[in-house]
């Protein structure tokens, strides 16, 4: 029989088409095995590892291909190391007030998939979990948005507009995330998002739960960073005037400092496309 709680659930807590928080997972595929590893993760943990679960509503996969890699910073980066680690990240919305209820059912449905033998891609000369390695993974708390006008499509859409880039910053609070996320709306994100830049999206990571699986990386001080996610209109080469002054911009600021940025395409969900352009020659 059905267990009645199926039918229960729904009816209890917030219910309402909102952008609450986000799962972030930003990797890096290790090279001999990209194009099984891509393959696994579309064709299986995007779908059993996320999409199914309750009250996440929307996704997509971007990447970073050779030619975008070096619209990156700052140099000495403390979550991107080196630089051009973490080629993919995986954008997940979940519903308003519904972060708890999502990661919970998350960490159970991971935890099958592992003692399943599907919590990653084994090739025939690939050990568990060694065909990539996190950069950042968290589940985060949607902070704000900025937008353009009114007359772009509001943040829950985002992931299902033919958006051509995206970029990625995560900023450190100097003393506190709220001054620091104050400052990104009033005073940062207005002057990025314009011709080419819809929206600006704003996030709060959250510390990992301590039961996580042992290979997702913890970055330290999440709970005093702010994860802003820029949509894009263009190819990121051409909007990136936007976005290079980060660093200095967010120093004079005062409120926190630039600890990493970086900038993607869509992937094409369901082809191998991008899988020969992540890794420079020799």
Not at 11 to 16: K, L
Not at 28 to 35: I, K, R, T
Not at 90 to 102: F, K, M, Q, S, T
Request: charged share 25%.
């Amino acid at each position: 029989m059905t267990d009645p709680a199926y039918r229960r659930l729904p009816t209890e807590g917030p219910h309402d088409p909102l952008l609450g928080g986000a799962l972030l997972t930003w990797v890096e595929p290790m090279p001999e095995h990209v194009v099984g590893y891509n393959r696994w993760y579309e064709d299986d943990h995007m779908i059993t590892g996320a999409m199914v679960m309750p009250w996440m509503f929307s996704c997509r996969r971007w990447v970073a291909p050779t030619w975008i890699q070096h619209l990156r910073g700052p140099a000495d980066s403390r979550v991107a190391v080196p630089l051009d680690a973490g080629k993919y990240i995986g954008v997940y919305w979940i519903n308003a007030g519904r972060l708890e209820d999502h990661e919970q059912w998350a960490l159970g449905s991971n935890y099958r998939l592992h003692a399943e033998g599907r919590g990653s891609y084994r090739g025939a000369d690939a050990d568990p979990l060694e065909e990539r390695r996190h950069v950042l993974t968290a589940f985060a708390d949607h902070l704000g948005t900025v937008y353009r006008d009114d007359a772009v499509p509001r943040d829950v859409h985002t992931l299902v507009q033919p958006y051509r880039g995206l970029v990625v910053q995560c900023f450190d609070a100097a003393t506190d995330r709220d001054a620091l996320d104050a400052w990104l709306a009033s005073e940062y994100t207005p002057r990025v998002v314009g011709p080419g830049v819809p929206l600006a999206v704003r996030f709060g990571p959250r510390p990992l739960p301590g039961d996580k699986l042992d290979h997702v990386r913890q970055v330290d001080g999440v709970e005093q960073m702010v994860m802003v996610l820029s949509f894009l209109e263009d190819d990121p080469r051409e909007c990136w005037d936007r976005f290079a002054d980060a660093e200095g911009v967010a120093a004079a600021g005062g409120a926190g400092t630039l600890a990493v940025q970086a900038a993607f395409v869509p992937t094409h969900h369901g082809t191998d496309d991008y899988t020969d352009e992540l890794f420079a020659e020799g």
